[in-house]
């Protein structure tokens, strides 16, 4: 679909939601995010309770990895209001692809994340997990997180098919924007893969440099994700998540 405003012509998409609000949550994200003027964002050209319509990417070859991942802290640095806050507009009751996710905001990330992030996908799949796992794992928590971290500016969603490149490097698409830990974005990155990582990483680390032991709290970061892979696509990430929480301690 091409739109025109004067003498600009946009080459755009048109998604559908899966259910009523998910769109206008997603172009929330999508707003929240291209205000810190980090990494790039498509412009949202509007949105509705059914229908959102987005910028098209021209993918082309992964490149400028390390200007991606100088972008990725300063999107992160930008911030939030508290761990688990929505985007300005967004909704307290979100999704992450096609699961519910709860914006309840918190002072303290390791409580916000055991309650928030892992303990309601157990309760979810709770036929294809043992619930004292995670319990246990988040008994952990607060004595592995790392040092306190103020609420990061999150994509909340961000696996590598959420990262498109065009000629210019990364853009990103599809968020489940939320205020959480920095490392969180990053976790999702090594989890599903992503082109040219250890460069990304590196040059992150060069703009925002992580905390001693960021590589050790890896696992601790993936557990949401896989909770939610289990809740959307069952056994084959059950295993995942319960051996991310076993790992723990």
């Known amino acids: 679909m091409v739109l025109t405003d004067g003498n600009q012509r946009y080459e755009t998409v048109v998604k559908r939601g899966h259910t009523p609000g998910a769109t206008r949550a997603e172009a929330a994200g999508l707003r929240w995010l291209a205000e810190a003027d980090a990494v790039r964002i498509p412009r949202v050209h509007g949105a509705d309770d059914t229908w959102l319509v ?9 490149s400028h990895a390390e ?5 990725l802290a300063r999107l992160h640095a930008a911030g939030a209001p508290a761990f688990g806050a929505p985007p300005p507009g967004g909704l307290p009751d979100a999704w992450i692809g096609t699961a ?16 928030h992030r892992i303990l309601p996908y157990v309760r979810m799949a709770s036929d294809l997990l043992d619930p ?6 988040c008994a952990r928590i607060p004595s592995i997180a790392g040092p306190p971290e103020p609420p ?3 994509h909340g969603d961000l696996w590598n098919g959420n990262v498109l490149w065009d000629s210019d490097g990364a853009v990103l698409i599809d968020p489940a924007a939320h205020g959480g830990h920095r490392e969180t974005d990053l976790a999702m990155l090594h989890l599903f893969g992503c082109p040219q990582l250890e460069r990304i990483v590196a040059a992150y680390d060069e703009v925002a440099p992580l905390a001693d032991g960021y590589r050790e709290r890896i696992a601790l970061h993936q557990l949401f994700p896989l909770l939610v892979h289990t809740v959307l696509f069952g056994r084959s990430y059950a295993g995942q998540a319960t051996a991310a929480a076993r790992s723990l301690g």
């Open 54 to 62: 987005l910028d098209r990417v021209a993918e082309a070859t992964p």
């Open 67 to 71: 200007e991606f991942g100088r972008d």
């Open 100 to 115: 519910p996710m709860r914006n309840t905001p918190s002072d303290s990330w390791p409580e916000w994340y055991a309650e």
């Open 132 to 137: 004292a796992v995670f319990e246990r794992a």
């Open 152 to 154: 990061a500016r999150l």
